[in-house]
């Protein structure tokens, strides 16, 4: 476990901008105690600081993880972002989009999302921004990237894909070992 270097630290809230903008200083700077990104075989940990000194006893052979993953880095070392990052970016989303219930289920199988299961989008959203998909009951489903902005979204056919999945609620049945 380990801090991460200037360079991962670059691409990852690089990342996390395109979904949350400048509410990255509230996951550091929270009221019940600063929090920090952590590194830990390829995997970025969002952790309090308080448990992250108390696991500096731990040997890192037996650690095997600490905190909410938010992510990986894959072999070629771009940032990818895990589905267990959802609950912190779902309070904080900037772009949203709401699916009707008839999409809900393909969005949680892994497709793409139609204009003709879009039920809402959010004002000013942009074409290849970061998207936190929400039911229409408001449950965060998943994450993506907008496909179409907001006004190009009212204007096209309903065979459309208006987002590109990434993640959903789904993986973690899908892909449970594989979740740490």
């Not at 040997?59 to 895990?82: E, I, M, P, Y």
């Amino acid at each position: 476990m380990r801090p991460l270097t200037e360079e991962e630290t670059r691409l990852f809230f690089e990342k996390l901008a395109k979904y949350i903008g400048e509410n990255i200083k509230v996951l550091i700077d929270r009221p019940d105690g600063p929090f920090c990104f952590r590194l830990h075989k390829e995997r970025i940990y969002y952790v309090s600081e308080e448990i992250m000194k108390k696991a500096g006893n731990i040997s890192r052979d037996n650690l095997v993880c600490l905190g909410t993953c938010l992510g990986k880095f894959t072999k070629t070392k771009k940032f990818r972002l895990h589905i267990t990052a959802l609950d912190y970016l779902a309070p904080y989303a900037q772009a949203k989009m709401w699916l009707k219930p008839t999409a809900e289920q393909q969005f949680l199988y892994g497709h793409n999302v139609m204009k003709s299961g879009l039920g809402r989008i959010s004002e000013n959203t942009q074409k290849y921004s970061g998207v936190v998909v929400y039911s229409m009951n408001d449950i965060p489903l998943g994450f993506g990237t907008a496909a179409k902005s907001t006004t190009e979204c009212r204007h096209t056919d309903p065979g459309t894909i208006v987002c590109f999945h990434q993640a959903d609620i789904g993986e973690y049945i899908r892909s449970e070992d594989t979740l740490t």
